[in-house]
């Protein structure tokens, strides 16, 4: 293995290592302000806006993993491409790019050329989450059954670390950068 090909490992497990971080702070920071709201501490208002944060932080996590395949595929070990293809092939189904770019980068709706509207916006995230919203969180994180691959986290974790023991690369190699 070249300096080069073990710079890029170290780099995509730096990425992944962020991926992490990423969705599950989306997740855990909604399900925190969920219990707040469905205790009667939080507004409608303050709800809705925590829900855009979070989902929009997932989504465009969701949109950076398809970035890290183009770029990152060759460190990853053969056996896990099938997980990622699965996600990638999750992100084609649900639309994600479509909303990144439509709702969570802009305010305009072009085709009606005024400002999206609140209804159109959940119109499109339910495309994106399907009928069950606590579905789609447990999908993307869920932190009482993290098994490889029930969830996004999951997979991205032992992708991270198959990376890392196929490049003989330790922890204080990341975060030392």
Known sequence: M???DRRRAI???D???DFI???ATGVMVFRAYSAQFYAGRLSDEGMVGIQKMCVSQVV???AKFEEFWKRYRDVVPIEHHEACNGILKAIGTRKINKFRN???GHIWN???QRPLRLSEIMRALNSIVGPNFDSFLDWVHNPK???YPSSIVSIIYVVRDAVMAVHSIRPEEIVSR
């Open 110 to 112: 072009r085709d009606e």
């Open 15 to 17: 990425v992944l290592n």
């Open 145 to 147: 059954a993290n098994t």
């Open 102 to 104: 439509q709702v969570v």
């Open 60 to 62: 465009l996590t969701l």
């Open 2 to 4: 070249t300096d080069i």
């Open 21 to 23: 971080g990423e969705f």
């Open 11 to 13: 780099d995509a497990a």
